[in-house]
């Protein structure tokens, strides 16, 4: 989605951090979301955080959030090979029923 | 586990054929969603269903129209398949928004193929 912006495609060794960087335009929406998609399904929600929060952290993901700079992040901790999936960015805008999303990262991880 | 199913996995028309795709969510879910998925574009919403009979043009809806006539289905019609149909398309549900947020439950896609 244009108003929803991420780099195309992220290749990290295995146990290392991944960090996936996306960017909203709308800075007075409500929820920020995080999907996964592994290959050959459908989406599925990863982590969210509401627009109040600076970090969430929920066991081997951490989701950053600056405010100022509408630039939201996703730190997965030792990468492992389960982790290959496409990842996408997501926001609520605001007075708006439908989700913006981002053009998805490809994370492939390598032995 | 919510559940929202598609149809089909895998499609093949020709150009011209009228498609319709399937989905059925079993959650009781208000609002349900149709995208399609292109490579480097993400998703992008086609159409939109408040509720039983509503719906609401996306952000590209033209060459499609769809149909709400029970609380759990929400299909997809292509009244004349085109090449530039070729896509994958993801169906979604969620309640209505509120405050423990809005999170969209996705099908498993289908895979079509105009040719």
Redesign the interface.
Known sequence: GEDVEQSLFLSVREGDSSVINCTYTDSSSTYLYWYKQEPGAGLQLLTYIFSNMDMKQDQRLTVLLNKKDKHLSLRIADTQTGDSAIYFCAETPSNDYKLSFGAGTTVTVRA | DVK?TQSSRYLVKRTGEKVFLECVQDMDHE?M?W?RQDP??????IY?S?DVKMK?K??IPEGYSVSREKKERFSLILESASTNQTSMY?C?SRHN?GPD?????????TRLTVL
């Open positions: 929202v609002n969603f995208y480097g574009l993400g998703l992008r919403l939109f408040y609401e996306g952000d993801l979604a928004p947020g809005d999170e969209q439950f996705f099908g498993p896609g």
